[in-house]
């Protein structure tokens, strides 16, 4: 069974500094990775996704993800965060059977706190 | 807005109550997923619906008992609940439930058990 490991609980970053965050996941096969982001009331938007190729993805709003099979990490970066950018970031696996719909398996997610 | 509306956005219910969580999704997507986040720990997918059929039933208690009528309503029926069971309750879709399709999730609705 797949599973996901974000071991900082909470990250306290300056705002403009750049920022790091961690995600190890443990699949057998070449795992789908996404990273969420939760702002406080608010449901899960899609930050950036890996499925296959460039291991350096894009995603919104400056986030950028790096897939390392190596490490079985896929952690999540930006050079400058903004105060908005404080929220619960959530890294997940997905794994694909073949039988229909599969839901995601989300580490305990990374509570972003931006100081000014 | 991502197009998933969940009602109602809090909810405060007994453990001898009745209720009904509804979510719906105007995206034109075919797969819905129930997922629960309940505090420092990771969100559980709770039910899986993929062209109106149940596809993935994660060992959830029967207390918890969800309906899919048509791909854009999915329902979650609750009954005699625990309040353990108080969490933030989060429902999901994307286009074919396929992993590479993008699950595009609601706001969620608060619940609480007393």
């Known amino acids: 069974a797949q599973s996901v490991t974000q071991p900082d609980i909470h990250i306290t970053v300056s705002e403009g500094a750049s920022l790091e965050l961690r995600c190890n996941y443990s699949?057998?096969?070449?795992?789908?990775l996404f990273w969420y982001v939760q702002s406080p009331g608010q449901g899960l938007q899609l930050l950036l996704k890996?499925?296959?190729?460039?291991?350096l993805v894009q995603g919104i709003k400056g986030f950028e993800a790096e897939f390392k099979r190596s490490q079985s990490s896929f952690n999540l970066r930006k050079p400058s965060v903004h105060w908005s950018d404080a929220a619960e970031y959530f890294c997940?696996?997905?794994?694909?059977?073949?039988?229909?719909?599969?839901?995601?398996?989300f580490g305990k997610g990374t509570h972003l706190i931006i100081q000014p | 807005e991502t197009g998933v509306t969940q009602t109602p956005r809090h909810l405060v219910m007994g453990m001898t109550n009745k209720k009904s969580l509804k979510c719906e999704q105007h995206?034109?997507?075919?797969?819905m997923y129930w997922y629960k986040q309940s505090a420092k720990k990771p969100l559980e997918l709770m039910f899986v619906?993929?062209?109106?059929?149940?596809?993935e039933n994660n060992s959830v208690p029967s207390r918890f008992s969800p309906e899919c009528p048509n791909s854009s309503h999915l329902f979650l029926h609750l009954h005699t609940l625990q309040p353990e069971d108080s969490a933030l309750y989060l429902c999901?879709?994307?286009?074919?439930?396929?992993?590479?399709?993008?699950?595009?999730f609601g706001q969620g609705t608060r619940l609480t058990v007393v």
């Open positions: 999901a879709s994307s286009q074919d439930g396929r992993v590479g399709s993008e699950a595009f």
């Open positions: 699949y057998g096969a070449t795992p789908y």
């Open positions: 890996y499925f296959s190729g460039d291991t």
């Open positions: 997940a696996v997905g794994s694909y059977s073949g039988g229909g719909a599969d839901g995601l398996t």
């Open positions: 995206l034109g997507h075919n797969a």
């Open positions: 619906y993929n062209f109106k059929e149940q596809t």
